[in-house]
Nanobody, 115 residues
Framework: QVQLVESGGGYVQAGKSLTLSCETSGSSFRLNVMGWYRQAPGKERDRVATISRSGTTSYADSVKGRFTISRDNAKNTMYLQMDDLQPEDSAVYFC?????????WGQGTQVIVSS
């Protein structure tokens, strides 16, 4: 069973940056399309960024131009560089497979952006 461990969240002021990391167990990471999801209080979990096995990326319109997803298949790790953070980016961020997530989600990492 794949384990997903997110880290790197925190409390920042608007306009600042954070980099999230997603460490995965097992050897299947490089075989999967992966993505970052986020869930704000009272809202559904939405996918904000996707990266293919070869590194092709796509983004939700709300983060396009500000967030950058990347992966290191040798380290079974994925990253999300978040620049120019805004209060509406405040959420718990999760990583998982795309389009069908693994059954088990990580605990997520919380990002709070103050105005």
């Amino acid at each position: 069973q794949v384990q997903l461990v997110e880290s790197g969240g925190g409390y920042v002021q608007a306009g600042k940056s954070l980099t999230l990391s997603c460490e995965t167990s097992g050897s299947s990471f490089r075989l999967n399309v992966m993505g970052w999801y986020r869930q704000a209080p009272g809202k559904e979990r939405d996918r904000v960024a996707t990266i293919s096995r070869s590194g092709t990326t796509s983004y939700a319109d709300s983060v396009k131009g500000r967030f950058t997803i990347s992966r290191d298949n040798a380290k079974n790790t994925m990253y999300l560089q978040m620049d120019d953070l805004q209060p509406e980016d405040s959420a718990v961020y999760f990583c998982n497979r795309v389009p069908v997530p693994f059954d088990s989600w990580g605990q997520g990492t919380q990002v709070i952006v103050s105005s």
